[in-house]
């Protein structure tokens, strides 16, 4: 059993899987069994139309739409990657660095400076898309650095520690501050 999906997207993807396999069995069982379309289909608890239509040539709901999206399967799975490099390496990643990435992306592919670029509902789309990348993207971690570097608490023990070092340090020329 696929582990349970908590948000939106999740439970749409493996909706999504879960009608591919539906098809795919009720596609062999037409084949394998010589049951007619309707049978098929009934069998596997899918429309026997639909059956049919991708029988002669017509696209699931997410290959048909491919052609739409800025990037391509492909090139999203390397942004997802390094995305994946840079939050692994202790890099903040920021939303605008991603619609950067990806304007880098099409730019590169279609060889021209004037291409499409990607907007923030591109953006929210893309991380709707793949929703494990909310984490890495998030807006808390700007308010958690903020919230550290202005704590008065951490500025006093710093300075503090510069004083007391400075105090032992025979050579104050050694001290860079």
């Known amino acids: 059993m696929p582990p349970k999906a908590h948000t939106k997207s999740q439970r749409h993807k493996q909706a999504e899987d879960s009608r591919n396999k539906a098809f795919l069995q009720a596609k062999s069982?037409?084949?394998n069994q010589s049951e007619t379309y309707r049978d098929a289909a009934e069998h596997n608890a899918v429309p026997h139309s639909s059956l049919w239509h991708r029988e002669h040539g017509r696209n699931d709901r997410i290959s048909a739409h491919e052609h739409q999206q800025k990037l391509n399967h492909v090139e999203e799975a390397e942004l997802i990657k390094l995305l994946r490099n840079l939050d692994g390496w202790g890099t903040h990643v920021t939303k605008s660095f991603v619609m950067d990435r990806a304007n880098a992306v099409i730019r590169e592919r279609d060889g021209n400076d004037n291409a499409d670029t990607v907007t923030?509902?591109?953006?929210?789309?893309?991380?709707?898309?793949?929703?494990?990348?909310?984490?890495?993207?998030?807006?808390?971690k700007d308010a958690a650095r903020g919230a550290a570097e202005n704590d008065p608490v951490k500025f006093d023990l710093f300075f503090n520690n510069v004083r007391v070092l400075h105090s032992f340090c025979t050579d104050k020329s050694k001290l860079n501050l």
């Open 29 to 31: 069982d037409r084949h």
């Open 120 to 140: 923030d509902s591109w953006l929210k789309r893309f991380r709707t898309r793949h929703p494990e990348l909310k984490l890495m993207l998030s807006e808390r």
